[in-house]
């Protein structure tokens, strides 16, 4: 299993390539929902060919509430167990279901506050 921090931010498109030149890398995997999209649903950027950053678009502008921890799993059978415990009087956001960039895919907050995003490649 491998972690990533992942962001929610608004402007995505121009916060990847702000990273990207912070961190000294052109490579990233970008993903939009729609190709009309001027934002990003998903983003990553790869330094040294793994990812150190994932970001998401949002609207929020809370501060703080911006970040969540992102864990890869090497087996979904590690993902279903991580997710079943996790999810007990949790808020979820997305349950566990494949998506575009993930064999398997949940999104939630624990009981605790703590924002999670569990998947598996």
């Avoid at 970040?67 to 167990?81: A, P």
């Avoid at 960039?101 to 703590?114: F, H, N, P, R, V």
Wanted: proline letters at 1%.
């Amino acid at each position: 299993m491998r972690m990533v921090f992942m962001a929610y931010l608004t402007g995505s498109v121009e916060a990847v390539d702000f990273y990207c030149k912070a961190f000294n890398t052109e490579n990233k995997k970008c993903y939009k929902a729609a190709d009309e999209d001027d934002f990003y649903a998903h983003a990553e950027i790869i330094i040294n060919n793994r990812t150190v950053l994932a970001l998401s678009e949002s609207k929020e502008k809370d501060r703080g509430k911006n970040m969540e921890f992102w864990l890869t799993f090497d087996d979904e059978e590690s993902l279903k167990t991580a997710y079943d415990a996790l999810r007990e009087g949790a808020n979820i956001h997305q349950a566990l279901a494949p998506c575009e960039w993930s064999k398997s895919m949940a999104a939630l907050t624990d009981k605790y506050g703590i924002n999670w995003l569990l998947n598996v490649f």
